[in-house]
């Protein structure tokens, strides 16, 4: 089937009456499927490491974990700021394969961390993978809004952030099944082994993302033509965007929807036992799966009227959620008035106490897609253009 240039668009390919299939490596939504596999095996299972509570699952390695979190998100400040630039010179492949690096051997620090508690690997493994993470989430975040229509970009950033929190339930499910009857405050070995294993043979599906420009829409059109930038061209052009008062307005929600984390974390591993933060971890990422595809959907309906309209909305519903969930777990928090300075009160999912702690962690958890989803789409509005 030939492909001819379109008079309308010098950038875009037609095809008589007969649709393409969907089912082609090329298809731009397949290459979203295959990053957001990959956000299912990385970042997923990282998602099941940390929040099982100081990064690895021992109550006393509070520190360990309040320093690698430090130096992790520094490192992602700085590698978000330059990611862009890796990405226009190595193209979506590369740039992943390099990203995924960071996991395996940030789960391997943990796993260190558990087996013979120096500081010094967990650190040096943060750091890396800060500067990794800004390469993993900038390329996810290329593929969601430059490959995608305006009338499916939430869906878009959905799927890939369902995929993220699916991996973060399939990694919980595992270590409820390895977790369910140990004594021990660590967790096994056996279950570190398995999430490196995953997220290095992981890489095996970078290999087949494609170059932007031989991506082919079902109706045959190309997507919008990538041309690579050179290095100080695209640092110039970050610079300007620091000028435009829609990126300053947009700076403080670039911070927060990941402020809750190390603080949900560390919660987590104080004040529950190993079954029940790991049940809580589960379930936590569970719970985003229909929430955040439910606020994608909400976000691309038309029935509510434009996407101005659609995002004031949905940054409506943000608010009003993140507010509430940080009240009601300060109202919590305040009636247990815990005393880090002596051990936690381990709850146990037998305990009284458990299904209302439950209830306020999946509460607070909840909101973690919904926010993440509605900055991105927000981002997303300000141009259409993705460059």
């Known amino acids: 089937m030939a492909l001819v240039p379109s008079t309308s668009n010098e950038n875009a390919l037609v095809v008589g009456e007969t649709r393409l299939s969907p089912w082609r490596l090329n298809n731009p939504f397949i290459q979203n499927m295959i990053v957001s596999a ?84 967990p650190t040096v493994a943060g750091l890396y993978l800060g500067f990794t993470a800004g390469l993993m989430w900038t390329t996810a975040a290329y593929t969601s809004n430059g490959y995608s229509e305006e009338k499916n970009r939430g869906v878009w950033r959905a799927v890939q952030w369902t995929a993220n929190v699916a991996g973060g339930t399939i990694g919980g499910c595992i270590a409820l099944g390895i977790n369910w009857n140990a004594n021990s405050l660590g967790v096994p070995h056996s279950m570190y082994i398995v999430f490196i294993c995953i997220q290095v043979a992981s890489t095996g599906l970078a290999f087949l993302l494609l170059p932007p420009d031989r991506l082919r829409r079902n109706d045959g059109t190309a997507i919008v033509e990538y041309n690579p930038i050179p290095v100080l061209q695209n640092l110039k052009a970050m610079l300007v965007l620091f000028k435009d008062p829609a990126i300053l307005i947009m700076i403080p929600v670039f911070f927060t929807p990941e402020m809750f984390f190390p603080m949900e974390a560390s919660i987590n591993a104080y004040a529950f036992n190993l079954r029940s933060r790991t049940l809580n971890t589960m379930l936590g990422n569970a719970i985003q799966v229909p929430i955040t595809l439910g606020f994608g959907c909400l976000l691309d309906s038309p029935i509510l009227g434009p996407r101005r309209r659609r995002a004031f909305i949905g940054i409506f519903i943000v ?29 146990d999912i037998h305990d009284d106490a458990y299904p209302g702690a439950l209830t306020i962690y999946l509460f607070m958890v909840g909101q973690y897609g919904i926010f993440q989803n509605i900055v991105i789409y927000v981002f997303g509005c300000i141009t259409n253009h993705p460059d």
Do not use: E
Not at 61 to 70: C, D, G, L, R, Y
Not at 89 to 101: E, F, M, Q, S
Not at 327 to 332: D, S
């Open 38 to 121: 990959i956000l299912f095996c990385n970042p997923g299972l990282y998602l099941t490491i940390a929040t099982l509570g100081a990064g690895g699952g021992r109550p006393s390695s509070i520190t360990m974990a309040n320093i690698s979190n430090a130096v992790l998100y520094g490192a992602f400040i700085l590698s978000g700021l330059g990611a862009s630039t890796v990405l226009n010179k190595l193209g979506p492949r590369y740039t992943l394969l390099l990203a995924i690096t960071g996991y395996p051997i940030f789960t391997g620090s943990m796993w260190y961390f558990d087996s013979f508690g120096h500081l010094w690997y």
């Open 319 to 347: 608010a009003v959620w993140v507010m509430g969930a940080y009240v009601a777990q300060t109202i919590w928090l305040s009636s247990w008035n815990f005393d880090r300075s002596i051990p936690g009160p381990s709850i």
